[in-house]
């Protein structure tokens, strides 16, 4: 069946380098996808999010890229800090949100 | 906090003991979730209701009872659960319908549960 999947399922890097955290998605009739972060001991928190008629959002130090023709979605986070240290779940609408196996990202000092 | 609050934050249970997770959330949202989240699996979602209506069952095992008096309170009734229930449940609401954007779940920051 579809399914939302990430390649990685960790991800280690340094402080003030960039991260880039990838999504798979097979249901072509997604319309919309949203980043989550979850931290140690929180429910996931919105990131960013971003409609299919669009191919990049930035917001504030990340920005999501959307390749519809492959089916892939990023999350890139710009100088990486140790609070950035999280799992990172992508999500799908297909109706409900369908969300993806999550990477762990973390920030060595 | 996230405007969604969970209770309890941990449990442990028995299989044959009787227990509930409470959701309450103080958005102004119509829609309120439980997800299960297990170690190394994406989020499952087990039920949706809308305006107090179950709008989704996701082949819970009937051992999962949810119970939702208001669009403001969720709560999941536990019983006669299995050593593989243990997981962290996680309630979310967001704004009614399914149109993109209004599906932006806000997430409790979930009850965690052992099931012995």
């Known amino acids: 069946g579809e399914s939302v999947g990430l390649h990685l399922p960790t991800l280690s890097v340094q402080e003030g380098d960039n991260s880039i955290i990838n999504c798979a998605y097979s249901n072509s009739a997604s319309d919309y996808f949203i980043w989550y972060k979850q931290e140690s001991g929180k429910g996931p928190q919105f990131i960013i999010d971003?409609?299919?008629?669009?191919d990049k959002r930035q917001g504030q130090r990340v920005t999501v890229l959307l390749n519809k023709t492959v089916k892939h979605l990023s999350l890139q986070i710009a100088a990486t800090q140790p609070g950035d240290s999280a799992v990172y779940f992508c999500?799908?609408?297909?109706?409900?949100?369908?969300f993806g196996a999550g990477t762990r990202l973390t920030v060595k000092p | 906090e996230t405007g969604v609050t969970q209770t309890p934050r941990h449990l442990v249970m028995g299989m044959t003991n009787k227990k509930s997770l409470k959701c309450e959330q103080h958005l102004g949202h119509n829609a309120m979730y439980w997800y299960k989240q297990s170690a190394k699996k994406p989020l499952e979602l087990m039920f949706v209701?809308?305006?107090?209506?179950?709008?989704e069952n996701n082949s819970v095992p009937s051992r999962f009872s949810p119970e939702c008096p208001n669009s403001s309170h969720l709560f999941l009734h536990l019983h006669t659960l299995q050593p593989e229930d243990s997981a962290l449940y996680l309630c979310?609401?967001?704004?009614?319908?399914?149109?993109?954007?209004?599906?932006?779940?806000?997430f409790g920051a979930g009850s965690r549960l052992t099931v012995l």
């Open positions: 209701y809308n305006f107090k209506e179950q709008t």
């Open positions: 979310a609401s967001s704004q009614a319908g399914r149109a993109a954007g209004a599906n932006v779940l806000t």
């Open positions: 999500a799908e609408n297909i109706g409900d949100m369908r």
């Open positions: 971003i409609r299919s008629n669009m």
